[in-house]
Structure formats: C-alpha cells, structure tokens
C-alpha cells in the first residue's frame, strides 16, 4: 500500500529533477507557448508529465535522443506509430526512392497492388482501400456500414478507443448512453448514433443487437486503450454468431492489436471480420491506414455506390493511397514487420512482463500486469478486468504520471495515459532489463513509504 502524502512528495523531487536536468526542452515549451496552442503542435501532447514535454532532436531505432542531448529507451513508440521501430532502414530507404519519384499524383502506382496482396495474405480479407490515419479508416468503414444497411447505429465496446470518430464517443453509465467525459463538441448526443455495451457482456450484446438498426459493430479484438482487456474464452464466437445472426457487419480494429503477430489478433485466432481497419505502424511512422472488406462486402459496396458520386461520397480522401504512404507500407510490411521480428518482439514483451510482475510481487502493491503479444501494460488494481469499466476503475491519474515521470527521468518513456510498452523489431533484452531495474525502484520506493 501507498502511505497518504508519498506520492505528492515523490511527485514533487521528480518534477525538480525533471526541470533541473532538461533546460533545453524547458526553454523550447517556453518559446512554443508563443505560437502553438497549449504550447504543443497537437493539444495531447500538453499532457505528459513533467510541467513540459521533452522535444526530441532524433530517434533511431528503439531510442531516441531529446535536446538536452540525453537518451531515452523509447517503449512508447509513438503509440505504436514507431512500432516498427524509429526510421529502420528499409522504409527509409523506399521513402528516400518514391519522394525522388513523386509524392502524391491521384494515381495509382504498381506499389499499391503488392500492398493490398500483402494485406490480403496476413488478413485474409480480399479488398482493401487505403487512407491516411486510423481513424479514417473507421470513420470510412463505419459510413459504409451505413450506407449499405440502411442502418442507422454503431455499436461499440464501453471504454474503447478508435480514433476521433464521433460514434465512438459515447460512454455508458448506469446503462445509459451519452458522450464521453472530454468530447469536444458532439454533433449530436451520440446517443442518437451509438449503442454500447461492455466488452465480454454477451447477453448485452444480444439485447441492444436484437433492435435490428446496429450497421456495424467496431471494436479491437481485445481492448487496448482502457488498459488491456482480454476477450474471455467464447466471446469472439459469440460475437460473429450474433452480429451474423442479426444482419450487422463486424469491423475488427487491428491498429494495436497488431501486436500479436503479422495477422494482428485477427489472423493468430481466426476471426472473421466482414471489415479490418488498420493504421499507425504499417508504414514504418509516415501517415498510412488501410482497411479491407469481406468479398460478400466488397460486392455489396459497389453495387451501392454511384461513379459520378464516387469523390463526395464522404469516403477516402485526397491523399489517401498517395505513392509515398505505398512505397512505405511495402517496405515496412515486407522487410520490417515481419514474422522473424514478431518472433523476437513477443518474448521481449514476455521478458517485461516477468520484471514487471517481479517488482510488483517484491512491492507487495496490489497491482498486476497484462500482455498481449509485443505490448504490455499494469494497472493498479488486483485482478485482469473484464470490461472497460472495470479497468477503468483501476485507473489513478496521479499515479500513472508519477510512475511515467519516474521512469523518464531514468531513461525510459513509457505509452501516454496507460501504464504501457510496446516492443518494437530493435528492442534489445538491456532495454527491457533497464525498465525492470527502474520499475522495481519505483515500486519499492512507493511502497515504502
Ligand atoms: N484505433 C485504435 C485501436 C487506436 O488505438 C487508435 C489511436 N490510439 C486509433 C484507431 C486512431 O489512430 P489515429 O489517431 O492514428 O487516427
């Protein structure tokens, strides 16, 4: 257990520490305060500890370096937008060849072709379109539910998290509907857009899917963004049998569960999803999304959509499969994410686990820690939750910033707002070692007190 008041004065010696050992960034977060919002390029990023974010000079690998020239083991990986890790030599090398042979054009070029092959053999789903975030690529599959049901809702998991799409903003709350704590500005209450239920709650799902106006369900294949969430044994089955039974499309979110394998959840348990959407990694870091269709789908769709309507149809984008994204996917997909370096990224993620687990045993703190393929996380409470709310409960924001702060100001950036670490193809087991020698003094020292 945690004695009342230590953690504010570790929380303190650590933001001293912080400030004393990063003038540089301190100066930069000053200047950036004139002309950025929040002082920051995009508002999340006011939200790491410390009082200032750290500005990075570079990264490479499984590292990178801030501008007070001090080195960082990087387990945050862009949230998993560098988990391939920082600039590997492959996509950087097909980066280099297609911005010397055009950038953008509103073509298509030969790499697309390889690439929607590849998405096809890992995913085994037979089309594929691409977009530039995550986010558009749920935003897009979610319209296209839509738009050939002839439905109106979507329906997702409670505490999930796939991008900023407003039919995913909506929380449940003593079984009512309504948006999540945060939402800037709702088009509508999403209640009017959205049913939710809690994850592994089937007779739930069954309930809100017997309506008959749910499109589409969205989610990942377990959570990863409330902490993780493991989907309980039958729960996928149920999951397809009842959506099927009920005339709903299934969309699988595979933008982190990517984690477990070259087929993402998707492909290393058999699910089969009429749509998969994925982003952030599969372009080595450069702006790239991806989202495929069952072939009963993909018929269904073009039969749906008018060619003269085809650019306003509210889908796609103008960027979107531009030839650089392309040239990035192939080389990512085929040189860097590879199955021999999911082969080596899992048991670091195993390795993490067992430090952590460790430390937390040694502690005596009742927490636990979960993994799910390269990427692990804690949280601060006893027992795996079975739900978002659950693991939601778990949460303790002090805390998670103090553990974050600590761990930075020792060499190691963990995931923002989770207690999480992703492995990429260049993480080395000392890597992993220095955050178990880290976490177990964190730990030790909270206990304590
Ligand atoms: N889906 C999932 C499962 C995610 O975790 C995220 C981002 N954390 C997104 C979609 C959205 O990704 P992006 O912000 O790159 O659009």
Known sequence: MIAPGRLAELQAREEARFRAEHPRSCELAGRAREHLLAGVPMHWMAKWPGGFPLFVREASGSRFVDVDGREYVDFCLGDTGGMSGHAPAPTLRAIDEQARRGITTMLPGEDALWVGEELA????????????TA??????????????????YVLVFNWCYHGTVDETFATLAGGVVG???GNLGPPVNPAETTRVVEFNDVEA????????????VLTEPALTNIGIVHPEPGFHDALRELTRASGTLLAIDETHTICCGPGGYTAAHG???????????????VPAAAYGFSAEL??????????????????????????????AMRATLGEVLTEEAFARMIPLAERWTSGVEAGIAEAGLPWHVTRLGCRAEYLFGPDRPRSGSEAHAAGDFALERYMHLHALNRGILLTPFHNMALMSPATTEADVDLHTAVFHDAVIELAAG
């Open 121 to 132: 053999r890992r995913f085994r789903l037979p089309k594929w379109q691409f977009a530039l």
């Open 135 to 152: 986010t558009d690529a749920n935003r897009f599959s979610i319209r296209l539910a839509r738009h050939v049901s002839g439905r109106p």
């Open 179 to 181: 948006p999540r704590r």
């Open 205 to 216: 799902l069954e309930r809100e899917l017997a309506h008959g106006d749910v499109a589409l």
């Open 271 to 285: 699910l089969e999803p009429d749509i998969l959407t994925i982003g952030k990694p599969i372009a080595g870091g």
């Open 298 to 327: 993909a018929e269904r769709v073009g039969a749906a959509i008018e060619l003269e309507d085809v650019d306003v149809g509210g889908v796609g984008g103008t960027l979107a499969g531009n030839a650089l994204s392309l040239a």
